[in-house]
């Protein structure tokens, strides 16, 4: 895992990583310049607006993905119930879900211990996780978001019926800019895999081709003092 990765393979990732940003949003500056010259030219046709828009937003996506793993600085982890959470992100996602025939249902055990984490980034995590369901049932479907809790960690389940991956690919998924789509930035399972190491939790995916995805975060709880009703003697 990464943790066993010496410095230098770390270094040179942050190479890789770094000639991945400068390409991928160099592509969309270079179509900027190109219209704003055309624009320059008196050339002001409305659909070029447009493009210029566009590329723009797509460098603001770009970067917006990897300031998530950039911590601020007041960064902290606090206990948190995953209910909560949960309950905020879906509440965010609905909108998008809605429009696209897609329906969340939650299925949350009762006492569910808390866990100690970074609010926004967790909340990012699952966001990115449920957009990439909802991405691959173009023709609606049901997700399902089910959380289970075991001795010292919870399970989170995000099951999908959605295209499926092909197994070859699964080892690709978390690769930075790694994408099968059109308008992908291949950043979102990337930062998800960050984030849930840095809460010291598991990501693990499963699926089957046109049946579904499986993605499984285990995350730790916070320590319970051991209520034992039994009185020994
Ligand atoms: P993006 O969504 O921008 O493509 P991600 O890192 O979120 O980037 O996902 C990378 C790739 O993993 C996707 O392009 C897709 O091929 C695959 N993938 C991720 N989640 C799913 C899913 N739930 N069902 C099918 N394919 C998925
Ligand atoms: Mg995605």
């Given at each position: 895992t990464d943790r066993l990765l010496q410095k230098s393979d770390k270094l040179a990732l942050v190479g890789q990583m770094a000639a991945g940003i400068a390409h991928e949003i160099r592509n969309p500056l270079t179509s900027i310049k190109g219209f704003i010259q055309l624009f320059r030219a008196?050339?002001?046709?409305e659909e070029y607006f447009t493009i210029v828009l566009t590329e723009l937003d797509r460098i603001n996506l770009i970067v917006e993905e990897f300031l998530v793993l950039a911590?601020?600085?007041a960064s902290v982890f606090k206990e948190k119930d995953v209910r909560s959470l949960i309950h905020d992100v879906v509440t965010l996602i609905n909108t998008q879900s809605i429009m696209t025939n897609v329906q969340i249902i939650v299925d949350i055990e009762r006492d569910v211990p808390m866990i100690s984490c970074e609010e926004n980034q967790l909340k990012q995590v699952f966001i990115n996780i449920l957009k990439n369901a909802i991405e691959a049932m173009p023709n609606g479907g049901v997700i399902e978001l089910k959380v289970k809790a075991e001795t010292g960690k919870i399970s989170i389940f995000f099951i999908d019926q959605g295209s499926g991956i092909p197994k070859e690919r699964i080892p690709s998924?978390?690769?930075?800019?790694?994408?099968?789509?059109?308008?992908?930035?291949?950043l979102g399972l990337m930062t998800c895999f960050k984030i849930v190491e840095s809460h010291n939790g598991e990501l693990k995916i499963s699926s089957e081709l046109n049946v579904g995805t499986t993605i499984e975060i285990v995350l730790p709880t916070i320590n319970q003092p051991?209520?034992?009703n039994k009185v020994h003697a």
């Open positions: 008196n050339i002001k046709k911590k601020p600085s998924l978390g690769e930075p800019f790694y994408t099968t789509k059109e308008k992908g930035t291949g051991y209520l034992n």
